[in-house]
C-alpha cells in the first residue's frame, strides 16, 4: 500500500530555514513523481514544488522559487523540500503527495486535483 509520511516541521523565525522530509513506502519511489503542497488556515491547498520521476524536471511555485528546493534520495525512499528565507506567508501545513497514476505520463504538475495519494501534513509556523 502506497504511503507517505511528511516530518520536519515546526517553528522558525522569519528569514530561517527548515527541512522537510517524505518518507515514502509501499512503491518504487525512482517511477513516481512526488509534489509539494501547503494549505493555510481559511485557504485553498496550493502546489509548492513537485519532482518528476526517473531524475526528471522539478518545478516551483513563484512564490518559493529561488528560496525552496525539492530534493530525492531514491535509495532512502525519501524526498526532501528545504525551505530558506522563509516568511510569515510560508505558514501552513505542508503536504506531500502521489499522483494519479494517469498523471505519470507527463512531467510533474501543481495542481492538487493531479494527486492521489497524500500523506498527513507537517506544521510549519514562520514567527518571531
Known amino acids: 500500500q502506497l504511503q507517505l509520511v511528511e516530518s520536519g516541521g515546526g517553528l522558525v523565525q522569519p528569514g530561517g530555514s527548515l527541512r522537510l522530509s517524505c518518507a515514502a513506502s509501499?512503491?518504487?519511489?525512482?517511477?513516481?513523481?512526488i509534489g509539494w503542497f501547503r494549505q493555510a488556515p481559511g485557504k485553498e491547498r496550493e502546489g509548492v514544488s513537485c519532482?518528476?520521476?526517473?531524475?526528471?524536471?522539478?518545478n516551483y511555485a513563484d512564490s518559493v522559487k529561488g528560496r525552496f528546493t525539492i530534493s530525492r534520495d531514491n535509495a532512502k525512499k525519501t524526498v526532501y523540500l528545504h525551505m530558506d528565507s522563509l516568511e510569515p506567508e510560508d505558514t501552513a501545513v505542508y503536504y506531500c503527495?502521489?499522483?494519479?497514476?494517469?498523471?505519470?505520463?507527463?512531467?510533474?504538475?501543481?495542481?492538487?486535483?493531479?494527486?492521489?495519494?497524500w500523506g498527513q501534513g507537517t506544521q510549519v509556523t514562520v514567527s518571531s
Open positions: 509501499g512503491f518504487t519511489l525512482d517511477y513516481w513523481h
Open positions: 503527495a502521489a499522483p494519479k497514476v494517469t498523471s505519470l505520463f507527463r512531467i510533474c504538475e501543481l495542481k492538487p486535483s493531479e494527486y492521489q495519494y
Open positions: 519532482s518528476s520521476k526517473r531524475g526528471g524536471s522539478t
